[in-house]
């Protein structure tokens, strides 16, 4: 049984930050690149931000560049997403997913995705 669960959104104002985190279970979390997908109300799904399995290479989408960092921790099966500096256009369902190549997760073809976690920023 493979499942990934978001947490840590909620309401933030614009300016202010949030930390989200994805805990993965029934994988071997090491063996995958991770990323971060979100979608807006009315909008498609767009690629937030990715790292490898190793953690030694990460990627972000030109929208938060600067503003979000992030991370995994192996040891404990979490991926993080430290959200500064938000701004209202940030506000959508964040998702959480896994693939094997850091390549198939910038496409968003995931093996596994979580359920989604909600980040709103009011200005």
């Known amino acids: 049984q493979v499942q990934l669960v978001e947490s840590g959104g909620g309401l933030v104002q614009a300016g202010g930050s949030l930390r989200l985190s994805c805990a993965a279970s029934g994988v071997t979390f090491s063996m995958y690149a991770m990323g971060w997908f979100r979608q807006a109300p009315g909008k498609e799904r767009e690629f937030a931000a990715a790292i490898s399995a190793s953690g030694g290479s990460t990627y972000y989408a030109d929208s938060v560049k600067g503003r979000f960092t992030i991370s995994r921790d192996n040891a404990k099966n979490t991926v993080s997403l430290q959200m500064n500096s938000l701004k209202p256009e940030d506000t959508a369902v964040y998702y959480c997913?896994?693939?094997?190549?850091?390549?198939?997760?910038?496409?968003?073809?995931?093996?596994?995705w979580g359920q989604g976690t909600m980040v709103t920023v009011s200005s």
């Open positions: 997913g896994a693939s094997p190549l850091s390549g198939m997760v910038l496409r968003g073809r995931m093996d596994y």
